[in-house]
């Protein structure tokens, strides 16, 4: 009897570490490959690259020209909105720096009493700023260029932690972030709160 006691016990130990082992086993590596020097820079330098950054993304020719309110409906004057996430930042030169930052972007345009919706992303991003007379200008931005949730160009975009961060943050982005740049929108357009959207 104690025999079949014991083997109760620890029957189903052993499937749950059997378990846990082949859980951890499948779980892909996270782990960044850049080796940079990671930098701890005071909250006005961040967000003076985070500013930097968001102006590219929300204006940058290249980036916006060919998005789908703007090629649809011109006449409606549509704008991007962004907000980012920082994940890191890395120094590149002396000059120059790597950002990494998680950016969440969204095209707007007013029709009536109705915001419409266009082209929007999120993504990680590995933005090269480069500091020229006296101010900083984005030289480069590197995206993920693959698929399986883009682990093989995030590890190596990132750092050993950084990248772990820039994975979390494109599943999850920040609490309330899309919203967050919705209602900047509403305010942009001149709309209130409550103002519908949709797609066109």
Known sequence: MKRLVVAAVCLPIVLGVVGWWALESRRPDLTGLAREEVLTLDASTRATFLRVIDDYLRTAPER?????LAQEKPELDPRTFCHEDLVEIRRKSANAYLVGVVATCEEF????DVLL???GFRSPL???LEATGGRFEVRHVEE???GAMNLPSVRAMFSPDGAPRAHELSGNGSPGLTEST???ARRAFGLPPT???THP
Not at 64 to 68: L, R
Not at 109 to 112: E, I, K, T, V
């Open 64 to 68: 916006v020209g060919n998005t789908f």
């Open 109 to 112: 345009a007013r029709s009536g």
């Open 117 to 119: 919706t266009g082209t």
């Open 126 to 128: 590995l933005v090269t």
């Open 144 to 146: 993920p260029g693959d």
């Open 182 to 184: 919705r209602d900047e």
């Open 195 to 197: 103002a519908k959207i």
